[in-house]
Protein backbone atom coordinates (compact mmCIF):
# COMPACT_ATOMS: atom_id res chain seq x y z
CA UNK A 1 0.00 0.00 0.00
CA UNK A 2 1.53 3.14 -1.19
CA UNK A 3 1.70 6.67 1.28
CA UNK A 4 3.40 8.17 -1.58
CA UNK A 5 1.64 11.90 -2.63
CA UNK A 6 3.77 11.55 -5.67
CA UNK A 7 1.76 8.37 -7.70
CA UNK A 8 -1.77 9.65 -5.82
CA UNK A 9 -1.25 12.47 -7.63
CA UNK A 10 -0.22 11.13 -10.97
CA UNK A 11 -3.08 8.46 -10.76
CA UNK A 12 -5.89 11.22 -10.10
CA UNK A 13 -4.42 13.30 -12.95
CA UNK A 14 -4.76 9.83 -14.89
CA UNK A 15 -8.30 9.41 -13.68
CA UNK A 16 -11.94 10.04 -15.79
CA UNK A 17 -14.07 9.42 -13.30
CA UNK A 18 -13.56 10.45 -9.30
CA UNK A 19 -15.84 9.90 -6.33
CA UNK A 20 -15.09 12.13 -3.18
CA UNK A 21 -17.04 10.85 -0.13
CA UNK A 22 -16.42 13.59 3.14
CA UNK A 23 -17.48 13.32 6.64
CA UNK A 24 -16.96 15.60 9.38
CA UNK A 25 -12.98 15.23 9.22
CA UNK A 26 -13.40 17.78 6.16
CA UNK A 27 -14.51 20.45 8.22
CA UNK A 28 -12.41 19.81 11.24
CA UNK A 29 -9.59 22.29 11.01
CA UNK A 30 -12.48 25.00 10.43
CA UNK A 31 -13.47 24.66 13.96
CA UNK A 32 -16.45 22.27 13.46
CA UNK A 33 -16.46 20.01 16.58
CA UNK A 34 -17.33 16.51 15.00
CA UNK A 35 -20.48 14.26 16.04
CA UNK A 36 -18.04 11.59 17.64
CA UNK A 37 -15.39 11.60 19.67
CA UNK A 38 -14.63 14.62 22.19
CA UNK A 39 -16.84 16.57 20.54
CA UNK A 40 -19.83 14.36 20.90
CA UNK A 41 -21.29 15.70 24.15
CA UNK A 42 -23.20 18.91 24.24
CA UNK A 43 -24.26 20.11 27.87
CA UNK A 44 -24.09 16.63 29.25
CA UNK A 45 -26.40 15.72 26.31
CA UNK A 46 -25.35 13.19 23.66
CA UNK A 47 -25.46 14.84 20.47
CA UNK A 48 -26.27 11.90 18.80
CA UNK A 49 -29.60 11.42 20.62
CA UNK A 50 -30.39 14.91 19.97
CA UNK A 51 -30.37 14.62 16.20
CA UNK A 52 -33.62 12.48 16.26
CA UNK A 53 -37.32 13.09 15.44
CA UNK A 54 -38.36 11.72 18.50
CA UNK A 55 -35.78 14.17 20.29
CA UNK A 56 -37.37 17.41 18.34
CA UNK A 57 -41.32 16.06 19.39
CA UNK A 58 -40.09 15.58 23.45
CA UNK A 59 -37.94 18.74 23.46
CA UNK A 60 -37.78 21.33 20.53
CA UNK A 61 -36.91 23.46 22.43
CA UNK A 62 -34.06 21.85 23.69
CA UNK A 63 -33.30 20.70 19.98
CA UNK A 64 -33.31 24.07 18.20
CA UNK A 65 -30.46 24.98 20.96
CA UNK A 66 -28.31 22.44 19.64
CA UNK A 67 -28.69 23.56 15.76
CA UNK A 68 -28.59 27.13 16.85
CA UNK A 69 -25.40 26.84 18.28
CA UNK A 70 -24.29 24.81 15.09
CA UNK A 71 -25.35 27.35 13.01
CA UNK A 72 -23.72 30.23 14.79
CA UNK A 73 -20.68 28.20 14.82
CA UNK A 74 -20.80 27.29 11.53
CA UNK A 75 -21.52 30.79 10.16
CA UNK A 76 -18.37 31.96 11.92
CA UNK A 77 -16.26 29.50 10.11
CA UNK A 78 -14.37 29.58 6.70
CA UNK A 79 -14.10 26.92 4.45
CA UNK A 80 -10.37 24.76 4.36
CA UNK A 81 -7.31 24.68 2.14
CA UNK A 82 -9.32 21.37 1.38
CA UNK A 83 -13.12 22.46 0.48
CA UNK A 84 -11.22 24.72 -1.90
CA UNK A 85 -9.10 22.15 -3.69
CA UNK A 86 -12.15 19.98 -3.79
CA UNK A 87 -14.01 22.90 -5.29
CA UNK A 88 -11.16 23.65 -7.59
CA UNK A 89 -11.01 20.17 -8.87
CA UNK A 90 -14.94 19.80 -9.67
CA UNK A 91 -14.29 23.18 -11.88
CA UNK A 92 -11.38 21.56 -13.72
CA UNK A 93 -13.28 18.03 -14.67
CA UNK A 94 -17.11 19.18 -14.44
CA UNK A 95 -19.79 17.03 -13.99
CA UNK A 96 -20.45 14.00 -14.87
CA UNK A 97 -16.84 12.86 -14.15
CA UNK A 98 -16.25 14.08 -11.06
CA UNK A 99 -18.84 14.04 -8.26
CA UNK A 100 -18.46 14.98 -4.39
CA UNK A 101 -21.10 13.36 -1.58
CA UNK A 102 -20.63 15.02 1.47
CA UNK A 103 -22.15 14.01 5.07
CA UNK A 104 -21.27 17.80 6.00
CA UNK A 105 -24.08 20.04 6.15
CA UNK A 106 -21.97 23.01 7.61
CA UNK A 107 -22.51 25.15 4.23
CA UNK A 108 -18.28 25.08 3.96
CA UNK A 109 -18.15 23.20 0.70
CA UNK A 110 -20.78 26.46 -0.59
CA UNK A 111 -18.48 29.06 0.50
CA UNK A 112 -15.99 27.17 -0.94
CA UNK A 113 -17.73 27.79 -4.27
CA UNK A 114 -18.82 24.04 -4.75
CA UNK A 115 -22.05 23.63 -5.99
CA UNK A 116 -23.84 22.86 -8.38
CA UNK A 117 -24.14 18.86 -9.90
CA UNK A 118 -20.81 17.89 -8.90
CA UNK A 119 -21.50 17.56 -5.25
CA UNK A 120 -24.56 15.96 -3.32
CA UNK A 121 -25.28 17.00 0.13
CA UNK A 122 -26.10 13.85 1.16
CA UNK A 123 -26.98 14.65 4.96
CA UNK A 124 -29.20 17.94 3.92
CA UNK A 125 -27.86 21.36 5.01
CA UNK A 126 -27.55 23.38 8.87
CA UNK A 127 -29.17 26.45 6.41
CA UNK A 128 -32.37 24.65 5.17
CA UNK A 129 -35.67 24.98 7.29
CA UNK A 130 -38.82 23.15 6.70
CA UNK A 131 -41.50 22.14 8.81
CA UNK A 132 -42.17 19.32 10.93
CA UNK A 133 -45.50 19.13 10.10
CA UNK A 134 -45.10 16.00 7.06
CA UNK A 135 -48.45 17.07 5.06
CA UNK A 136 -46.86 20.33 4.79
CA UNK A 137 -44.00 21.36 1.84
CA UNK A 138 -42.62 24.39 3.34
CA UNK A 139 -38.94 24.55 3.35
CA UNK A 140 -36.31 27.69 2.32
CA UNK A 141 -33.34 28.70 2.70
CA UNK A 142 -32.01 30.66 6.04
CA UNK A 143 -29.08 32.05 7.25
CA UNK A 144 -30.75 33.96 10.06
CA UNK A 145 -28.07 34.24 13.03
CA UNK A 146 -30.44 33.85 15.27
CA UNK A 147 -33.42 32.05 13.48
CA UNK A 148 -35.43 33.83 16.30
CA UNK A 149 -34.23 35.76 18.80
CA UNK A 150 -34.78 33.43 21.64
CA UNK A 151 -32.30 31.43 19.76
CA UNK A 152 -29.49 33.66 20.23
CA UNK A 153 -26.45 32.32 21.28
CA UNK A 154 -25.38 34.78 24.30
CA UNK A 155 -22.03 36.43 23.96
CA UNK A 156 -19.42 34.20 25.96
CA UNK A 157 -21.56 31.20 26.20
CA UNK A 158 -20.66 29.47 22.40
CA UNK A 159 -20.18 26.20 24.31
CA UNK A 160 -23.74 25.90 24.43
CA UNK A 161 -25.43 27.03 27.70
CA UNK A 162 -28.62 25.37 28.17
CA UNK A 163 -31.68 27.53 29.13
CA UNK A 164 -35.70 27.13 28.94
CA UNK A 165 -36.82 28.22 25.52
CA UNK A 166 -40.77 28.24 25.74
CA UNK A 167 -42.32 26.97 22.24
CA UNK A 168 -43.63 30.32 21.43
CA UNK A 169 -39.50 31.61 20.55
CA UNK A 170 -39.18 29.04 18.28
CA UNK A 171 -39.52 29.55 14.68
CA UNK A 172 -43.19 28.62 12.47
CA UNK A 173 -43.80 27.74 9.35
CA UNK A 174 -45.27 30.79 7.70
CA UNK A 175 -47.42 28.69 5.54
CA UNK A 176 -49.35 26.04 7.48
CA UNK A 177 -49.16 28.15 10.38
CA UNK A 178 -49.51 25.37 12.56
CA UNK A 179 -46.61 23.51 12.76
CA UNK A 180 -43.06 24.33 13.67
CA UNK A 181 -39.82 24.38 11.23
CA UNK A 182 -36.74 22.28 12.21
CA UNK A 183 -33.39 21.57 10.57
CA UNK A 184 -34.14 20.27 7.00
CA UNK A 185 -31.30 17.90 7.57
CA UNK A 186 -31.58 14.37 8.00
CA UNK A 187 -31.76 12.99 11.38
CA UNK A 188 -30.75 9.31 12.44
CA UNK A 189 -33.73 7.18 11.86
CA UNK A 190 -35.41 9.50 8.64
CA UNK A 191 -34.19 7.82 5.33
CA UNK A 192 -32.13 9.88 2.59
CA UNK A 193 -33.45 11.74 -0.55
CA UNK A 194 -34.41 8.34 -2.91
CA UNK A 195 -33.88 10.69 -5.92
CA UNK A 196 -30.45 11.64 -4.85
CA UNK A 197 -29.51 8.30 -3.88
CA UNK A 198 -31.17 7.02 -7.25
CA UNK A 199 -28.81 9.64 -8.69
CA UNK A 200 -25.72 8.19 -7.08
CA UNK A 201 -25.95 5.40 -8.28
CA UNK A 202 -26.72 5.24 -11.52
CA UNK A 203 -23.35 7.87 -11.86
CA UNK A 204 -21.57 4.83 -10.37
CA UNK A 205 -23.00 2.20 -12.31
CA UNK A 206 -23.04 4.02 -16.10
CA UNK A 207 -19.34 3.88 -15.86
CA UNK A 208 -16.44 2.55 -13.89
CA UNK A 209 -15.33 5.16 -11.30
CA UNK A 210 -11.18 5.26 -11.96
CA UNK A 211 -10.78 6.28 -8.04
CA UNK A 212 -12.50 6.81 -4.98
CA UNK A 213 -11.03 9.60 -2.13
CA UNK A 214 -12.17 9.06 0.95
CA UNK A 215 -12.19 12.00 2.89
CA UNK A 216 -12.70 12.71 6.49
CA UNK A 217 -15.27 10.42 7.74
CA UNK A 218 -15.09 6.92 9.84
CA UNK A 219 -16.74 4.84 7.46
CA UNK A 220 -19.43 3.24 9.54
CA UNK A 221 -22.63 5.54 8.17
CA UNK A 222 -24.71 4.04 5.39
CA UNK A 223 -24.70 4.33 2.50
CA UNK A 224 -21.66 6.33 1.84
CA UNK A 225 -19.32 3.99 4.15
CA UNK A 226 -19.95 1.02 0.89
CA UNK A 227 -19.32 4.01 -1.73
CA UNK A 228 -15.63 2.86 -2.00
CA UNK A 229 -16.42 -0.91 -1.58
CA UNK A 230 -18.48 -0.41 -4.89
CA UNK A 231 -15.75 1.60 -6.79
CA UNK A 232 -13.13 -1.44 -5.87
CA UNK A 233 -15.56 -3.68 -6.75
CA UNK A 234 -15.67 -2.27 -10.25
CA UNK A 235 -11.80 -2.02 -10.40
CA UNK A 236 -10.97 1.62 -8.97
CA UNK A 237 -8.66 2.59 -6.51
CA UNK A 238 -9.07 3.59 -3.57
CA UNK A 239 -7.50 6.69 -1.54
CA UNK A 240 -8.26 7.27 2.31
CA UNK A 241 -7.26 11.13 3.87
CA UNK A 242 -8.05 10.84 7.86
CA UNK A 243 -6.99 12.27 11.07
CA UNK A 244 -6.44 8.75 12.49
CA UNK A 245 -5.91 5.68 9.68
CA UNK A 246 -5.31 3.08 12.58
CA UNK A 247 -8.22 0.86 12.11
CA UNK A 248 -8.98 1.51 7.94
CA UNK A 249 -7.23 0.86 5.18
CA UNK A 250 -7.60 -3.04 4.05
CA UNK A 251 -8.97 -2.22 0.71
CA UNK A 252 -7.09 0.93 0.07
CA UNK A 253 -4.41 2.16 -2.42
CA UNK A 254 -3.08 5.23 -0.23
CA UNK A 255 -3.15 5.97 3.01
CA UNK A 256 -2.95 9.61 4.25
CA UNK A 257 -2.73 10.22 8.11
CA UNK A 258 -3.10 13.64 9.44
CA UNK A 259 -5.55 17.19 9.28
CA UNK A 260 -7.70 16.54 5.89
CA UNK A 261 -7.22 20.25 4.90
CA UNK A 262 -3.25 19.74 4.46
CA UNK A 263 -3.00 16.55 3.40
CA UNK A 264 -5.70 16.76 0.55
CA UNK A 265 -4.32 19.72 -0.41
CA UNK A 266 -0.75 18.79 -0.46
CA UNK A 267 -2.00 15.36 -2.29
CA UNK A 268 -3.87 17.04 -4.70
CA UNK A 269 -1.10 19.43 -5.88
CA UNK A 270 1.83 18.06 -4.65
CA UNK A 271 4.38 20.72 -6.13
CA UNK A 272 2.78 23.30 -3.96
CA UNK A 273 4.81 24.35 -1.16
CA UNK A 274 1.84 26.67 0.40
CA UNK A 275 -1.28 24.86 2.03
Not at 86 to 94: G, S, T
Not at 189 to 202: A, F, P, T, V
Request: glycine content about 8%.
Amino acid sequence: MSKDLASFHEALLQSKRVLAVCGAGLSASSGIPTFRGAGGMWRKHNALELATPEAFRKDPGLVWQFYSLRRHNALKAAPNAAHYALAEFARQRPFPEFLTLTQNVDGLSEGAGHKGKSVEFLHGSLFRVRCARSWCRYERFDISDPITPALAVPEGEEDGAWRDVPIEGLPKCPECRTGLLRPAVVWFGEELDSQMLKRIQQHIARDPVDLCIVIGTSGTVYPAAGYASQVKAQGGKVAIVDIDCSVRGDDADWLFEGDAARVLYLSTFPLSDTC
